[in-house]
């Protein structure tokens, strides 16, 4: 069993988050998705898996990259560009299949919303195989819950906290330690009633839990 899996994609970071998020929290394993690779040139980062059709990384970066870890413990996996998924759904597959304790992925927001959306979905992947796993930018931290998520304000990402459904409904919500609580209520996808909650007053964990369904959780700051 793997540790903590760190995956950059190629979305949008903003580098002195980064720098910072990295200098605070370890991991024991990098992958990147195709031109995740030049993030990492960018921060100084080892890379262990590099994954992809290589269409958007920059040729120096990959050239250097590929004479660098030639014969090495680095490896790396091209796939062609007319392909089923997407190389940050194949690398995050590789990941699942590491069985690690967490995984974080850097640069899946920002820029194409369509990417954006499947990254959303691809967590799913982990969330079957019980293995947290979020998407963290400069001022979001998201993940999908299935059950129960507890957040503890030291550990809190941001001011807010919202939630909504993956799936076509979610039931027996409750949300406790919160500003707008919530106790065993069905919520049913294309609203926005819990959107933007926030810690109670004197609360120091807020809870989420549901019966059925899958949630997506956002921690935001502004």
């Known amino acids: 069993m793997a540790g903590r899996v760190l995956i950059l994609g190629g979305g949008t970071i903003d580098y002195g988050f980064a720098a910072g998020y990295l200098k605070d929290h ?22 262990d898996f590099l994954l992809g059709d290589f ?11 590929m004479e660098e870890t030639s014969g090495g413990s680095t490896k790396f996996a091209r796939y ?15 990941a699942v299949g590491k069985k690690p304790s967490e995984i974080v992925i850097l640069g899946a927001t920002g820029g194409r919303l369509d990417h954006l959306v499947a990254n959303i979905n691809i967590l799913l992947l982990p969330l079957k195989n019980n293995i947290p796993a979020y998407i963290v930018d400069k001022n979001n ?4 819950v299935n059950g129960r998520y507890n957040i503890a304000r030291n550990d809190a990402f941001g001011k807010y906290i919202s939630v909504y459904p993956l799936t076509e409904e979610v039931s027996g919500l409750s949300l406790s330690g919160v500003k707008y ?6 919520v049913e996808k294309g609203g926005s009633m819990t959107v933007s909650n926030e810690f109670a007053e004197d609360a120091e964990e807020a809870v989420i839990s549901l019966d059925k369904g899958i949630l997506i959780v956002i921690q935001s700051a502004d």
Do not use: N, Q
């Open 26 to 47: 370890e991991f024991d394993i990098t992958a990147c998705a195709d031109s995740g690779l030049d993030a990492a040139k960018r921060l100084g980062i080892h890379i």
């Open 55 to 65: 269409d958007s990384v920059d040729k120096e970066t990959l050239d250097g990259f």
């Open 80 to 94: 062609p560009a007319e392909k089923d998924y997407t190389d940050m759904h194949l690398v995050l597959e590789w």
């Open 141 to 144: 931290k998201l993940c999908l």
């Open 181 to 186: 609580p919530l106790d065993g209520v069905t």
